[in-house]
Structures are given as structure tokens and as C-alpha cells.
């Protein structure tokens, strides 16, 4: 009898170790191997065959802040701290005086419409900081010139998850989540207590997945070009949910009309106007989930009318198969972006240096804030980047200019996202995790050149 | 000469904890076969969401319902000397191992997540539990596995499948036809 049952039990043990074998294989196999993020710098970014997930690769950096450390930077540079201890700043605008806005700011709730998202919710919430974020823009001053500002305020409070800002003459424009809103300005005010006019509403809830509304203004001041990103990955939440997302929509300034500028940019932040050609450039967070090297974020010129892929294709006419109904029509006329960054950099902020405080070598190009990636087993970005540009153009690969958010391989001290130039000409870089924004100018010995 | 019938180790105020539980995660794993092909055919992804969360509960369930038969099985010999009870093992177990599988699929995102692979695993489930679920109910309503009361000489696990066939259309009653109710009825 016993020796029946343990046969029995055998047989069993072997059946349930087999088939659990067989599953831990086919999740354990899953996943190329990440590959060399140069590869896919640049115009012709390599790109690989795509992979489809069973387990969604997660990978963040825990959280651990700078405690009195700072970022490094490329020689010839030395960064201070401009302000610690914010609630999550996101984005910067540099007023004519000199004074910064510093856009504390999160996102509206994620409802929850699939049991994954119970569980990304989760991760989501270890990759950013613990301070609850604000829903205001705070005002920092620097009177005596040394750089760091001694005097804040609150400049404009109980907002809806603010993001962009641009100040067109005395008309200071906030892109809310769900709308652009105006605001009368007087240069040297230093808090706005009057209510803000609605200019144009924008998608927002219920799902509001990519919520930052990044904001600029056209050269002549005429309209506004705010990026509004997917309401998704790739269409999990339902085509009806991308009405007028995943777009940069241009808003005319006088009547708040607005038409869709350019669309399939998954989430377009970072909106700038070069300031030699006066063409406007966006930095592009592409989708996830086929792989660590698979889509590239792509910083790119904005053509009017063009279409950029999202969701049906990226890079071109490579089709996701994700996308059903498949729009070869839409597919056959997408734009190809184009500087690639590398795939899950998460790329929000974007800045063309036209100052003269950095060295020679800075000027011309532009800065871009990468976030860093959450879900690549090798974490990607964490740090900022220089783009050489040459006649309007990127002419040359990437370089790192601040890094050190990371420490010990995966935990992060900050996470870069906005960045501007003050009025001295060194740039700023809004650190969401590390509660910081960071002020990177030329090193003593180099200054003045 | 009368026998017991097979004991059900987990059970609750006499009733068999497999049995009450096992019949939730059949009906999940059913249900996203039919809301997969209503994705398949639609598109559209509320019908691919029902499929994720159906696939949860079933999963959620079953943490509990296959624990109480693996241990209904393994401590009651009578239960592991029928055939049923190792198709019904053997063949639940699988089907809980693809499940996983499938729910994991189904986190990817929008049309891939159910077309084809979660449909075709759904729809595999689903095969496997026709035939788990019938061997289910035969070793409830055949064997009275789990069924508080004493076997009667001719009935229970000797007469594997006979139950329905010896059902007499007329005159005398069938031995399969004495319920264990009756029978307790008729005892004292």
C-alpha cells in the first residue's frame, strides 16, 4: 500500500514538475538580450526583430535620493544645486527677468481597466519619488546674481497636473492635463492669484495615460503647439481612447481653434522651436513591450500635416501587429523620424542652447532630458545628452553631459525630465525623483571664454 | 457487504471544499474562450479586458480548489484507485498550468495579447475541461466521492459507468437509481 502511494505520488510529482519546468522555461526564455544602446543613435538606428512578452520585462531603479550627493558632468562643467526639496518638479520656464517657474506637478489617478495594471501601478509608484507631487508652479529668484535663487514663491496654485508653460507678451500660457490655460502676467510678479482663462480644452480623463501637455509658441507668437501624448501603450485601452492624442495639436492663440499639427507621435514632449531655422523639434517616447531595443525614442523636427507612425508603425513602415484594424493606408505615409535615442530612454525634456555660458562645444545643439527607462533588463537613460546640430540639423552622435542618477548599477538618485536655460545662460534640469532641480554652467577655469 | 464512500479530506461542515470550489474557475476559463472569440471577431478591447480579469478569478480560485483535490486525492486511496480521479487530476492540472500561461499572454497589450496564442490556449482549456469535468461529475455522481453514506453492495466504484445504462426505462428500479438519499431515508 505505501509502496503504491509513493509510486502514485511519484507519478504525480513528475507530471506537475514537468509541466511547471516546461512554464518556467517558456517565462525564463523570454527576452533577447539588451544590445548596445549606440546602435540605435542616430538617423539609422539597428533595429532588432521584435519580442513579444510573456512576462512584461519590469525593471526600475529603486529609489534612493542623492543625500547630499550631485550629478556629474562632462569636463569643462560643474553643476550646483539650484533648489532641493520640491514635490516632484517636472518642468521649467525661464521668464525675460531671469526669474524660473518650477512646475511641481503628478499625474491624475491611473484607473485601473486590466489586473496588469494593478500591478504596473505598483511599480510605477517605486520608480518615483515618495513626496506627493504638487499640482502648482513655484517661482524662484536669484537677485544677487550668484546663480542659485534667494527668494521663492508660490506663483500659481491648485492647478490639474500642469506641465508646459510659455509666456507670450503679458499672456502666461499652463498646459493643465485636460486644457491650455491663460493667465495675465506682469513681468516681476511674483504669485498670480487671478483665475485662469480656459484657451482651448484638451484630452484629458477619465484615462489619461500619457498626461504631460508639453507647451511652446511659434516664433511670431501667433499660436501655440501643445503635444498630447497616446492615451495607451499601443491601443490596450481602445482606439475610441486616441481621439486627438498621440499629436501635437497647434492652437491658434487669438480664438483657442486648434487643428491636430502632427500626428502618431506616441508622446510628444519637450516642444522647442530651433532657433536658427524656426522649425519646431519634439523629443518622442516610443512604445513598449516588443523588446528591450525595440522602439527607439527619437528626437525630431515637427512637420506640419506629417504623420509619424503611432500606433500603427514606427520607424517608418515597420508594422506593429498589436494594432488591429491595421491601417496599411496611414502606414504607407509615415514620416520617418529623425535622430534616434535609443529604446526606453523616456525622453521629456528637450532644449536648444543658444546661450554662451557653456563651452563652445554646446553651442547650437540641443540638450535632451532622458527619464530613464523602466522597462529594459540594462536601465537606459537616467541622464542628459548633447545633439550636436549643424544648418537646423542633429550632426553627430549623442554625448553625455550629466549623469550619476544612477548609483550601484540600479538605483536612482534622480531621474532627469524638464530642462530650460536661465538668463545666465547655464541650464537647468528638473529632477522628478531626486525632488531637485540641478544647474549645470561652465566650470570656473572655462567661463568667459 | 457494504462499503463507504470515498472520503473527501477537505471539506467544510461535510461538504467537499473541491467540489464547492472547483466549479468557478470551469466557468472563467469557459467564459474567456467566448469573450476571446468575441475579441477575435470585434476588436474591440473591453472583450480582451473580460478575458484578463475571467482569467484572474479562475486563477485566483483555483489557488484554492486544486490544493483541496490534490489532498483529497492524495489522502483518500479508494479516490486514487479510479481512473477518473487521475484524468481528472492530470488533465485539471494542465489546464491550470496553460491558464497561467494564458493570463500572462493576456498582460500583453491589444490585439496580441488574446489573437492567437490566448485564444488558442483559451480554447485548449476549455477542450481539457470537457473531459476533466465529466470524469469530475462522474466521481461525485458514479463513485459518490466525497458523498456522506454508506455504499450499498453492487453500487459505487465496482460498477464504474454503468449508472446511466442500467437505468431500467421500465419496471424495477436500477440499482443506480438508489440515491444516497433514498437509501438514508429507508435506514432507520
Known amino acids: ?48 526583430p521584435q519580442h513579444q512578452y510573456l512576462l512584461p520585462p ?15 558632468v562632462a569636463a569643462g562643467l560643474r553643476v550646483q544645486a539650484f533648489a532641493t526639496g520640491l514635490a516632484n518638479p517636472r518642468s521649467l520656464y525661464v521668464l525675460p527677468n531671469g526669474d524660473v517657474l518650477v512646475v511641481g506637478t503628478g499625474g491624475p489617478p491611473a484607473p485601473v481597466r486590466r489586473p496588469k495594471e494593478l500591478v504596473m501601478n505598483w511599480v510605477e509608484k517605486m520608480a518615483h519619488s515618495r513626496t506627493p507631487p504638487g499640482q502648482r508652479i513655484l517661482l524662484f529668484r536669484d537677485t544677487d546674481g550668484d546663480g542659485v535663487p534667494d527668494q521663492h514663491s508660490v506663483f500659481i496654485d491648485h492647478l490639474h497636473s500642469p506641465f508646459g508653460v510659455v509666456l507670450v507678451g503679458n499672456d502666461l500660457y499652463v498646459a493643465n492635463t485636460d486644457a491650455v490655460v491663460r493667465y495675465p502676467y506682469v513681468t516681476g510678479e511674483t504669485r498670480i492669484t487671478e483665475p485662469g482663462v480656459t484657451l482651448c480644452e484638451l484630452p484629458g480623463g477619465p484615462i489619461d495615460h500619457h498626461w504631460t501637455k508639453s507647451l511652446t509658441a511659434s516664433p511670431d507668437g501667433s499660436m501655440l503647439y501643445a503635444g498630447v501624448g497616446s ?14 492624442r498621440a499629436s501635437i495639436w497647434q492652437i491658434d492663440r487669438a480664438t483657442g481653434a486648434h487643428r491636430e499639427y502632427a500626428t502618431g507621435l506616441r508622446n510628444p514632449n519637450g516642444l522647442q522651436f530651433e532657433p536658427n531655422t524656426h522649425t519646431l523639434w519634439a523629443v518622442v517616447n516610443e512604445r513598449d513591450e516588443l523588446g528591450p ?7 525630431t523636427q515637427v512637420r506640419d500635416g506629417a504623420f509619424y507612425g503611432w500606433p500603427y508603425s514606427y520607424y517608418g513602415q515597420h508594422v506593429d501587429p498589436r494594432v488591429q484594424p491595421q491601417r496599411p493606408d496611414l502606414v504607407a505615409k509615415a514620416t520617418l523620424p529623425d535622430y534616434a535615442l ?15 555660458n557653456l563651452p563652445a562645444h554646446y553651442r547650437g545643439g540641443a540638450f ?17 545628452v548633447y545633439i550636436p546640430f549643424a544648418d537646423g540639423h542633429p550632426s553627430g552622435p549623442a554625448e553625455d553631459v550629466v549623469t550619476g542618477f544612477l548609483v550601484a548599477g540600479d538605483q536612482a ?7 530650460a536655460v536661465d538668463g545666465n545662460g547655464a541650464l537647468l534640469i528638473a529632477d522628478d525623483t531626486g525632488n531637485s532641480v540641478w544647474r549645470v554652467s561652465a566650470s570656473p577655469s572655462t567661463s568667459g571664454n | 457487504m457494504s462499503s463507504v464512500n470515498p472520503r473527501s479530506t477537505v471539506s467544510i461542515a461535510g461538504l467537499p471544499l473541491h467540489a464547492l470550489l472547483v466549479p468557478i474557475p470551469f466557468v472563467c476559463f469557459v467564459a474567456t474562450l467566448v469573450t476571446d472569440l468575441v475579441y477575435w471577431r470585434t476588436a474591440e478591447m473591453l472583450w480582451a479586458d473580460a478575458s484578463a480579469w475571467l482569467l484572474i478569478v479562475g486563477l485566483l480560485v483555483s489557488l484554492l480548489a486544486v490544493p483541496a483535490g490534490m489532498i483529497d486525492f492524495f489522502a483518500e486511496p479508494p479516490i486514487r484507485r479510479l481512473p477518473a480521479a487521475w484524468i481528472h487530476g492530470i488533465g485539471n492540472v494542465t489546464a491550470l498550468v496553460l491558464s497561467i500561461v494564458n493570463a500572462l499572454i493576456h498582460t500583453r497589450d491589444a490585439y496580441t495579447s488574446v489573437v492567437p496564442a490566448g485564444l488558442i490556449l483559451s480554447a485548449v482549456v476549455v477542450v481539457i475541461l470537457l473531459v476533466t469535468g465529466w470524469q469530475g461529475g462522474a466521481l461525485v455522481y458514479r463513485h459518490g466521492v ?8 453492487g453500487v459505487g466504484a465496482r460498477n464504474v459507468g454503468t449508472t446511466l445504462l442500467s437505468k431500467p426505462i421500465l419496471g424495477e428500479p436500477g440499482v443506480g437509481e438508489r440515491s444516497v438519499d433514498t437509501r438514508e431515508k429507508q435506514q432507520p
Open chain 1, 293 to 299: 531595443d525595440l522602439v527607439p525614442d527619437y528626437l
Open chain 1, 413 to 419: 538618485r534622480g531621474r532627469p525630465v524638464g530642462l
Open chain 2, 146 to 153: 466525497g458523498v456522506r453514506g454508506v455504499v450499498p453492495p
Open chain 1, 231 to 244: 492615451n495607451s501603450n499601443i491601443t490596450e485601452n481602445g482606439i475610441q481612447a486616441e481621439v486627438g
Open chain 1, 1 to 48: 500500500m505505501n509502496a503504491a502511494r509513493t509510486k502514485v505520488s511519484a507519478a504525480i510529482a513528475t507530471t506537475t514538475t514537468a509541466a511547471a519546468a516546461a512554464a518556467l522555461f517558456v517565462l525564463t526564455g523570454c527576452g533577447p538580450a539588451p544590445q548596445d544602446p549606440s546602435r540605435q543613435i542616430g538617423a539609422n538606428p539597428d533595429l532588432p
Open chain 1, 342 to 356: 535609443s529604446s526606453h530612454v523616456a525622453p521629456l525634456g528637450l532644449v536648444f542652447y543658444s546661450g554662451t
Open chain 1, 58 to 72: 519590469m525593471h526600475v531603479a529603486k529609489v534612493v535620493g542623492w543625500n547630499g550627493a550631485t550629478p556629474s
Open chain 1, 368 to 384: 535632451v532630458g532622458e527619464h530613464g527607462s523602466w522597462d529594459r533588463s540594462v536601465l537606459n537613460g537616467y541622464k542628459v
